[in-house]
């Protein structure tokens, strides 16, 4: 059995990809709902419209970070991953997805509130020394990485990650955000014809 963990990530920050990978490495009866519901394209093709229907385990406690309203809270988190955007390219592949993922961070100034308070929340983290595992958002874009990461991760939270099932996942999800910007772009070249 693994251990009970956090997943905080800013929206759109990968945080919700993470937490089903982990939720089908622990559970395999959850794996192949999961999976399926990957390749499933009866949600307007978005992942986004997805992540509703996937099951994740009950003991993956997932947040976006502008939802825990207080820094303080964060020390009754378990065993706390962390999405990070601290660099200026975890920054520009936030803001390259937020072209094509429907949701309120695509706002500039939503975006920057909660861009902040995230970064904040990080500098929280390291000030007061609260054990984390730090995932920057870039590594989630390099596949070498991202496995290599998650290596690590597995000691973290003892939870045994199969590099193939999440190579797997990984590919599938990667595959997807390159479909939803296309589907983006397609959309806004037709607007702008239109008008």
Request: hydrophobic share 35%; charged share 30%; net charge positive.
């Amino acid at each position: 059995m693994f251990n009970p963990c956090s997943v905080i990530y800013v929206s759109s920050g990968g945080g919700n990809f993470l937490a089903q990978i982990l939720t089908a490495h622990a559970d395999k009866s959850k794996m192949k709902q999961i999976t399926t519901s990957q390749d499933n394209n009866d949600y307007d093709g978005k992942w986004t419209n997805k992540e509703s229907i996937f099951d994740l385990h009950d003991d993956i406690d997932l947040s976006v970070s502008s939802n825990i309203e207080r820094f303080e809270y964060l020390y009754k988190k378990s065993k706390i991953i962390f999405v990070s955007v601290q660099t200026d390219k975890d920054k520009e592949i936030l803001k390259w997805r937020q072209m094509f993922l429907d949701n309120n961070m695509a706002s500039p100034e939503v975006f920057k509130i909660r861009y902040q308070y995230h970064f904040e929340m990080k500098n929280y983290l390291d000030n007061k020394n609260i054990t984390y595992f730090d995932i920057p958002l870039n590594i989630f874009f390099d596949t070498h990485l991202f496995i290599k990461k998650l290596a690590g991760l597995k000691q973290y939270i003892n939870l045994d990650l199969d590099d193939n099932l999440t190579r797997k996942m990984h590919k599938k999800w990667i595959k997807q955000n390159i479909k939803e910007r296309q589907m983006k772009v397609k959309e806004l070249e037709r607007r702008k014809n239109v008008s």
